[in-house]
Structure formats: structure tokens, C-alpha cells
């Protein structure tokens, strides 16, 4: 589940996923952080893998490739800078073009057994 949260120059996307669950980040345009609010997660970016376990607030680069593996039922936010407040448009203002690439090499070290 996905909801979404605007206010004074911020957006936050809540994120809301079951144990086992993997999600494919884009690349984002600007620095942002990220915080697991509850729950256990293994994160990738730019190839480095780490657990997190919360509570965590994480910074994630601009341009940096990462995705997640939730190890346990999870709640996660992605939080922005950005004057949007269009639900519907506000991805496209912090994301950058996908590189299928990477989400593939990102989507096989997730789902691969250590």
C-alpha cells in the first residue's frame, strides 16, 4: 500500500509491505532520506548490501541505484524536497529515467539466496 504525504516543501511516500516482498527503487534526482519506521529490511545501492533494522533513517545519494528486500512486514518512507503535491505527477519530479540494466542486476542480488 502507498499513500502519500505533502507539506511545506515535503513530500513523503509512505510505503506499506508484506515479509518476502522486494521493490525496485529509481534513481533519484536530488538526495533524499529514506526512514523504516518498522521492521526489518536488506537494502542495495550501487551494489552494497546491508541490513537495516528499525528504527533507521538512511540517507540515499542522488543517482544512486538501490532497492529493497523486506525480511519482515515493514513500513517505509521515502521522504523529498519538492514544491509538488500532485500524487500523480510527483514521481516524475524526483525520479530519474529508469536504467533497466541496473534494476535487473538490482532485482537479482535481492532475490538471490546468501
Known amino acids: ?53 528499525a528504527p533507521a533513517c538512511l540517507t540515499i545519494n542522488a543517482n544512486a541505484h538501490h532497492g529493497v528486500k523486506t525480511l519482515t512486514e515493514v513500513v517505509w518512507y521515502c521522504i523529498h524536497a519538492t514544491d509538488c503535491t500532485d500524487a500523480d505527477e510527483v514521481d516524475a519530479e524526483v525520479t530519474l529515467p529508469d536504467d533497466m540494466a541496473q534494476a535487473r542486476l538490482i532485482a537479482q542480488n ?3 539466496e546468501h
Open 1 to 53: 500500500m502507498i499513500l502519500h504525504h505533502f507539506g511545506g516543501g515535503v513530500y513523503a511516500k509512505e510505503l506499506r509491505m508484506p515479509a518476502d516482498y522486494v521493490l525496485l527503487h529509481h534513481r533519484h534526482k536530488f538526495d533524499h532520506l529514506s526512514v523504516l519506521a518498522s521492521g526489518s529490511i536488506e537494502l542495495i545501492v550501487d551494489g552494497t548490501r546491508k541490513v537495516v533494522h
Open 110 to 112: 535481492l532475490t538471490k
